[in-house]
């Protein structure tokens, strides 16, 4: 079910070669969360108002700001007209990181490296994923079926992004939708670090353009696979050669590309 807070109708008029007529589409919105960090305020985001405890998790691990969510100590979700707020508390060596770094993300749907003063920081101090073995054909073209059928509030509004985590065989077993596709990734991300998945077991099929900072979410979370149906960018290639990330990408279910490490993942004949 989609909460009726999350689609909204709004008349248009529809311009054809035959002329002007009357419809009501059905939009999503997007919604500003703002992260105070240990009474700090941190950084306000536009996302779409569902999974909200997800993304802040995914949120705080791929943006680098806890090492760990065990150092998560408490986090509070308060809703008003105005929109969303997330107190977080973290441990003080994580906060004091924070503090020494200067940045502002301020309006921001997700790109990690807005508001980043350093460039030098952009590469430095990624893990490197475990190696397992590849990701067959079978496995992908089940995934890309499944997918848009779970899509329950892109089959609504038909303009936000998934993000799914699925298994070696190809089974789908979360699936996180948001307006930013960075922010459907780390609900995923955040709704598994609150399950405690091992994230190197299977893959991540994502239905839009793997950029930089997609390929960053998905190296620190853990996953060892990468799937986009549109298609990457340089700069997430080469970060994804240096962690040992498989990217598969302009992935559909006629074809898919693999990007890095073919001779570890070429699908079975």
Request: hydrophobic share 40%; charged share 20%.
């Given at each position: 079910?989609?909460?009726?807070?999350?689609?909204?109708?709004?008349?248009?008029?529809?311009?054809?070669?035959?002329?002007?007529?009357?419809?009501?589409?059905?939009?999503?919105?997007?919604?500003?969360?703002?992260?105070?960090?240990?009474?700090?305020?941190?950084?306000?985001?536009?996302?779409?108002?569902?999974?909200?405890?997800?993304?802040?998790?995914?949120?705080?691990?791929?943006?680098?700001?806890?090492?760990?969510?065990?150092?998560?100590?408490?986090?509070?979700?308060?809703?008003?007209?105005?929109?969303?707020?997330?107190?977080?508390?973290?441990?003080?060596?994580?906060?004091?990181?924070?503090?020494?770094?200067?940045?502002?993300?301020?309006?921001?749907?997700?790109?990690?490296?807005?508001?980043?003063?350093?460039?030098?920081?952009?590469?430095?101090?990624?893990?490197?994923?475990?190696?397992?073995?590849?990701?067959?054909?079978?496995?992908?073209?089940?995934?890309?079926?499944?997918?848009?059928?779970?899509?329950?509030?892109?089959?609504?509004?038909?303009?936000?992004?998934?993000?799914?985590?699925?298994?070696?065989?190809?089974?789908?077993?979360?699936?996180?939708?948001?307006?930013?596709?960075?922010?459907?990734?780390?609900?995923?991300?955040?709704?598994?670090?609150?399950?405690?998945i091992d994230f190197s077991e299977g893959f991540c099929l994502i239905t839009s353009r793997c950029s930089y900072e997609m390929a960053q979410k998905a190296i620190i979370a853990g996953f060892t696979t990468?799937?986009?149906?549109?298609?990457?960018?340089?700069?997430?290639?080469?970060?994804?050669?240096?962690?040992?990330?498989?990217?598969?990408?302009?992935?559909?279910?006629?074809?898919?590309?693999?990007?890095?490490?073919?001779?570890?993942?070429?699908?079975?004949?």
């Open positions: 079910m989609i909460s009726k807070s999350l689609v909204f109708s709004w008349d248009t008029k529809k311009i054809t070669g035959h002329g002007v007529s009357e419809h009501s589409l059905k939009l999503a919105d997007e919604t500003p969360v703002t992260f105070i960090i240990n009474s700090i305020s941190y950084a306000t985001m536009m996302i779409t108002a569902e999974n909200i405890e997800d993304y802040s998790y995914g949120f705080l691990k791929t943006e680098r700001l806890v090492s760990s969510p065990d150092h998560i100590r408490s986090l509070t979700i308060d809703t008003t007209e105005n929109g969303i707020t997330v107190n977080v508390l973290i441990k003080g060596s994580d906060f004091k990181k924070i503090l020494q770094s200067q940045r502002n993300m301020t309006g921001r749907t997700g790109c990690g490296v807005c508001g980043t003063q350093d460039l030098g920081t952009l590469h430095t101090n990624l893990p490197s994923v475990a190696q397992k073995p590849p990701v067959t054909q079978a496995a992908l073209l089940k995934a890309l079926n499944e997918l848009p059928h779970l899509q329950i509030l892109n089959k609504a509004v038909h303009m936000v992004h998934g993000a799914a985590r699925c298994s070696v065989n190809g089974d789908i077993l979360a699936v996180r939708e948001d307006i930013g596709r960075h922010n459907a990734l780390d609900k995923l991300i955040g709704d598994g670090l609150r399950n405690n990468l799937v986009a149906i549109s298609a990457p960018t340089v700069r997430a290639l080469h970060l994804a050669q240096q962690a040992g990330l498989t990217l598969i990408g302009l992935a559909r279910p006629e074809s898919q590309f693999i990007f890095t490490q073919p001779e570890a993942t070429h699908p079975p004949a």
